[in-house]
Every structure is written in structure tokens, then in C-alpha cells.
């Protein structure tokens, strides 16, 4: 599995941004991951943001992003996007895209495959 983040830039606070994640999977087919979304700011631990289900029929979100933030997936396209609105300079981070199979039961964990980041800076 191979994950390619892209979309990320500078915006400003209240403004949006959309990041949008390409997968390549080779013999097995997209449907079969839950896929997430993480962040990691400069100097803190990477956190979780948001995770979507196998067909998008459920959701998850972090607190700190739960209403401003909407997640999508396209499993036509193998792609999932993360529609970012209202931001906040505190949105500022590295954001990963991130594959598991390991299920929907704890959908902000175990996650084994990872893009490499693309950076969203959000200035006030």
C-alpha cells in the first residue's frame, strides 16, 4: 500500500483548505481499509484527526476538530480527502494519511501503512 498526500498549503485563520490522499494497493482492493487522517505539529506527538469506514457509512473525529472538519472517501478513485474548514492556527501540522484492516472497533488506532506528510500551515 502506498498512500500520496497532496493539497496542503498555507491558509489563513477561519479560511479552508482540502487535502486529498491517493492509495495504490496491489493485490488486494482498496475497500478493505479503514482509512485516517493524523497530524503532527512541531515539538508534539503525532495525533489522531479523523478515520472513515470501509464504505464511509461511519465517521470519527478528534474533539479538537469534530465540526469543522469532514472526511470523504472515493472507492472508485482510491482516494480519501479531508475537507478542512474553519481553521485555526493551531490546525498548523504535518498531516498523514494513514491505511489499516485491522477493523472499526478502535477506528483512531492501529494503523500499518502511512503517507509521508504534506505540511498545512494556517496563519492568524
Known amino acids: 500500500v502506498q498512500l500520496l498526500e497532496s493539497g496542503g498549503g498555507l491558509a489563513q485563520a477561519g479560511g479552508s483548505l482540502r487535502l486529498s490522499c491517493a492509495a495504490s494497493i496491489f493485490s488486494d482492493s482498496f475497500t478493505n481499509y479503514v482509512m485516517g487522517w493524523f497530524r503532527q505539529a512541531l515539538g508534539k506527538a503525532r495525533e489522531f484527526v479523523a478515520a472513515?469506514?470501509?464504505?464511509?457509512?461511519?465517521?470519527d473525529y478528534s474533539d479538537s476538530v469534530r465540526g469543522r472538519f469532514t472526511i470523504y472517501r472515493d472507492n472508485t478513485e482510491n482516494t480519501v480527502d479531508l475537507q478542512m474548514n474553519s481553521l485555526k492556527p493551531e490546525d498548523t501540522a504535518i498531516y498523514h494519511c494513514?491505511?489499516?484492516?485491522?477493523?472499526?472497533?478502535?477506528?483512531?488506532?492501529?494503523?500499518?501503512?502511512w503517507g509521508r506528510g504534506i505540511q498545512v500551515t494556517v496563519s492568524s
Open positions: 472513515i469506514s470501509w464504505t464511509g457509512g461511519s465517521r
Open positions: 494513514a491505511a489499516q484492516r485491522a477493523g472499526w472497533d478502535n477506528p483512531q488506532a492501529n494503523y500499518d501503512y
